[in-house]
């Protein structure tokens, strides 16, 4: 993605590793210059301190680059993987994801650790940079004294528990899921207006609020026991290595007093030391870093296949008929929604004729949303199947069969636009005709409502924004079904509840038409 994104930049980025590299000689020219100190070696000095300002420079300026480039390539790559997650989530065909808690929690997941996936690369590159850090500090490490071996093997317990720390961390992902899903929800609640009025009346704000606490808590506090968990682990190892060094370094002061070791090595020993610590913690980085860029890519994948699979399930191409000659047929139907127990509709046969207006009538909870739902393709049925004339619903190209149809949803959404946009959107290449939204409305029994607005079709609608209007329950519904009304001649035209909102007169005068 960052190649794709720049790949000029991504090339200076690098500039930082060989920066590092430059940097890791410092220590050789710093025991270069105590060697030529104790040997009264003019010309060695003078060279020494030369090679390590130089690298000094060359370092500071190499990285200085590679950081700046790092760092906007964070946010560039950040804001194409937002994009590529918003795609795929808006793109995916039908709704019964949406419905599903498994789907939702990887979701969740993955919005969590959206922003680290634009700091992949960024935790690329340091990777990296710290594995070169380290090859080198330790390839140096073994030519000054053998004994500095010891401080890599000390460092080795660190990278044992960077294998536990990766493994709660993917647990503590997965239990914050749910709970920071219904902290959303409660928050949400808690400062919509709709909702507002609820709480309030059955004065259940209290509860509301504690229960909001408590989804917090459950959702942040696996990540602060594996912040204290990692922190006493990775406390244990950095002291482990600590008195490693230091029994190293005391035995090597030892050999120094007696000449047995020059003093120069003692120097250069004493630098390494300090940098094998920070070598054993970028590696422990380095590993903590891969998984975790693994694991987020993987729950990036994991959404893209899924919309793969879902495509492919019901990648139809053929076009939907002009016109119905016979109608469509539904043959032993079954729909079960994700996880539920039992089919929402059962083995559901019936004929809608060609032209016919056809009332489905049924208690609360029958199946006839979800049999809207199934027949405007937002669900795949689970058996049985759905005949346009003699074509499966399946077959179709989805998008060209929902061009060909139209309606009023029982939920239907408030779209808060201007009024023009709010019901043109039913037919969006007139979405800014005047009269295809007149035709619309009246197509409705719904022009009236334009009376009540101040400035007609240009009204914005929604109180929470300047100059905007609110609509009673009844109002909302008239312009959705008028919405639904945009497109001239659909192939099927569903009306779920339309009136449910409405009053009596008004039920009759859209019947009427
Ligand atoms: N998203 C969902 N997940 C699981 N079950 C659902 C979901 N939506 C509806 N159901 C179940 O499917 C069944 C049919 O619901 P549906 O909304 O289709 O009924 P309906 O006939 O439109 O009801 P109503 O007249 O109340 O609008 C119900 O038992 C309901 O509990």
């Not at 804001?79 to 419905?99: G, M, N, Q, V, Y």
């Not at 008929?321 to 059962?346: K, Q």
């Not at 027949?375 to 069969?401: C, E, F, N, V």
């Amino acid at each position: 993605m960052s190649v794709r994104v720049s790949p000029w930049q991504t090339l200076v980025c690098l500039l930082e590793a060989v920066g590092k590299v430059i940097g890791l000689l410092q220590p050789l020219y710093l025991a270069w210059f105590v060697d030529g100190a104790v040997r009264s070696n003019t010309p060695q000095m003078v060279l020494a301190v030369s090679a390590f300002t130089a690298s000094i420079g060359l370092n500071w300026i190499l990285q200085m680059a590679g950081t700046t480039a790092r760092v906007n390539q964070m946010e560039r790559v950040g804001f194409a993987f937002d994009k590529e997650i918003a795609r795929i989530t808006a793109s995916i065909p039908t709704l019964d994801h949406l419905e599903s808690p498994r789907y939702l929690d990887r979701l969740q997941i993955l919005r969590d650790q959206q922003t680290a996936l634009g700091g992949a690369f960024n935790m690329f590159v340091n990777t990296f940079n710290s594995l070169l850090t380290v090859a080198g500090t330790i390839l140096l490490a073994l030519t000054a004294d053998a004994r500095l071996l010891l401080l890599v093997l000390a460092g080795l317990p660190t990278l044992v528990v960077t294998r536990w720390i990766s493994r709660w961390q993917a647990a503590a992902e997965k239990s914050s899921a749910e709970p920071g899903r219904l902290a959303s929800h409660l928050l949400a609640l808690g400062t919509s207006p709709t909702a507002g009025a609820e709480l309030r009346v059955f004065g259940i704000r209290r509860t509301t609020r504690a229960r909001l606490a408590d989804a917090v808590t459950a959702w942040r506090q696996p990540a602060v026991l594996l912040a204290i968990r990692t922190n006493a682990l990775q406390g244990a190892c950095a002291t482990f290595f600590f008195l490693t060094a230091a029994a190293v370094l005391a035995w090597m002061v030892s050999d120094a007093l007696v000449r047995a070791v020059p003093v120069s090595a003692l120097v250069l020993a004493v630098m390494l030391a300090g940098r094998l610590q920070n070598a054993g913690q970028s590696v422990q980085w380095a590993i903590a870093s891969f998984t975790r860029i693994a694991r987020i890519t993987g729950q990036f994948l994991w959404l893209n296949d899924y919309d793969q699979q879902v495509r492919a399930a019901g990648s139809g191409v053929k076009a939907p008929p002009a016109r119905f000659e016979n109608g469509i047929l539904l043959e032993h139907l079954t729909f079960s929604y994700p996880d539920a127990d039992t089919p929402a509709v059962r083995d559901v046969n019936l004929h809608l004729p060609a032209g016919a207006v056809v009332a489905l009538v049924g208690e609360n909870g029958a199946g006839k949303t979800t049999l809207v739902k199934l027949l405007t393709g937002m669900y795949r049925p689970t058996s049985g199947q759905i005949l346009l004339d003699d074509t499966d619903l399946a077959a179709l190209d989805i998008d060209a069969w929902r061009a060909s149809t139209a309606g009023a949803f029982q939920d239907h959404a408030k779209l808060e636009l201007r009024v023009q946009e709010t019901v043109g959107v039913g037919d969006l290449p007139r979405v800014h005709d005047p009269a295809a939204v007149h035709d619309a409305l009246r197509g409705a029994a719904s022009e009236d409502v334009l009376q009540v607005l101040p400035q007609g079709l240009d009204t914005q609608l929604g109180s929470s924004w300047t100059g905007g209007v609110d609509l009673s329950g009844g109002q909302w519904q008239r312009l959705a079904i008028a919405r639904g009304m945009m497109r001239s001649q659909p192939l099927l035209l569903v009306l779920d509840e339309p009136t449910a909102a409405l009053d009596a007169i008004t039920e009759h005068r859209l019947f009427e038409r």
